[in-house]
């Protein structure tokens, strides 16, 4: 699939949400983070502001769902017509059977780890899921630093999907600018989210198109 950059809402103007997605068309996805105040420390949207987003986003939706209980929420997402959703490692009781309702409903099924949460626990799981979220913050904010303390886990997250031969992405949230975008890359990472990077810059596209140039050119050939 190749890089593919995936901006986030979080860093956008919430009362003009149509433009704001219309700002980000030349984007692959556009990244959704939901926070439902326990898991995380912010509050932000829920179902009937991912159902108004779906309707009128140029790009296909990925569903970031920093909540507890996704168990009983997440399908709701994927039933909303987002074409990714990602729950939380920490936070799921069945992470199998939540991601085979997810792809039953339809999308793409993502797990995401907070700093402290490895990934070796859940490598056996990598046939279930098309996706693993490594965040590179601790998730709850926007514009914070990112966490280069992260990327042995990107790393060590690619070598084991290559080593199971699937086809399993690895998205990086948190931090990723112009600045660290390539050391992401370089460790491994194939879908980067980017909020302030992108809706902080005068001109979203050029920035899009800057961090997707920027990320393939760290990229490594497969099997490199
Ligand atoms: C943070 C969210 C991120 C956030 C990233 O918990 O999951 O998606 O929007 O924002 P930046 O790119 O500004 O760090
Ligand atoms: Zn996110």
């Given at each position: 699939?190749?890089?593919?950059?995936?901006?986030?809402?979080?860093?956008?103007?919430?009362?003009n949400?149509?433009?704001?997605?219309?700002?980000?068309?030349?984007?692959?996805?556009?990244?959704?983070?939901?926070m439902?105040?326990?898991?995380?420390?912010?509050?932000?949207?829920g179902?009937?502001?991912?159902?108004?987003?779906?309707?009128?986003?140029?790009?296909?939706?990925?569903?970031h769902?920093?909540?507890?209980?996704?168990?009983?929420?997440?399908?709701?997402?994927?039933?909303?017509?987002?074409?990714?959703?990602?729950?939380?490692?920490?936070?799921?009781?069945?992470?199998?059977?939540?991601?085979?309702?997810?792809?039953?409903?339809?999308?793409?099924?993502?797990l995401?780890?907070?700093?402290?949460?490895?990934?070796?626990?859940?490598?056996?799981?990598?046939?279930?899921?098309?996706?693993?979220l490594?965040?590179?913050?601790?998730?709850?904010?926007?514009?914070?630093?990112?966490?280069?303390?992260?990327?042995?886990?990107?790393?060590?997250?690619?070598?084991?999907?290559?080593?199971?031969?699937?086809?399993?992405?690895?998205?990086?949230?948190?931090?990723?600018?112009?600045?660290?975008?390539e050391?992401?890359?370089?460790?491994?990472?194939?879908?980067?989210?980017?909020?302030?990077?992108?809706?902080?810059?005068?001109?979203?596209?050029?920035?899009?198109?800057?961090?997707?140039?920027?990320?393939?050119?760290?990229?490594?050939?497969?099997?490199?």
């Amino acid at each position: 699939m190749g890089v593919q950059i995936s901006p986030s809402l979080l860093s956008s103007d919430f009362v003009n949400l149509e433009s704001e997605l219309a700002r980000i068309a030349d984007a692959d996805w556009a990244h959704v983070d939901v926070m439902d105040n326990h898991f995380v420390p912010n509050l932000t949207l829920g179902l009937p502001v991912v159902e108004r987003i779906v309707a009128v986003s140029p790009v296909p939706v990925d569903c970031h769902l920093m909540i507890d209980g996704p168990d009983r929420w997440a399908p709701g997402y994927a039933e909303a017509g987002a074409r990714n959703v990602t729950f939380h490692a920490e936070a799921a009781d069945a992470p199998v059977r939540l991601a085979r309702e997810v792809r039953r409903l339809g999308a793409r099924a993502g797990l995401a780890l907070r700093p402290a949460t490895p990934v070796e626990p859940f490598v056996d799981l990598l046939p279930e899921v098309d996706m693993i979220l490594v965040m590179t913050v601790e998730p709850g904010f926007g514009g914070q630093e990112f966490l280069d303390v992260c990327l042995p886990k990107v790393r060590r997250a690619r070598q084991a999907i290559s080593a199971s031969g699937l086809d399993v992405w690895v998205q990086v949230d948190g931090g990723v600018s112009a600045e660290t975008i390539e050391r992401c890359a370089e460790a491994g990472a194939d879908v980067f989210v980017a909020g302030s990077a992108v809706y902080g810059a005068e001109d979203a596209s050029k920035q899009i198109a800057n961090l997707r140039s920027l990320a393939e050119g760290a990229t490594h050939a497969p099997g490199v």
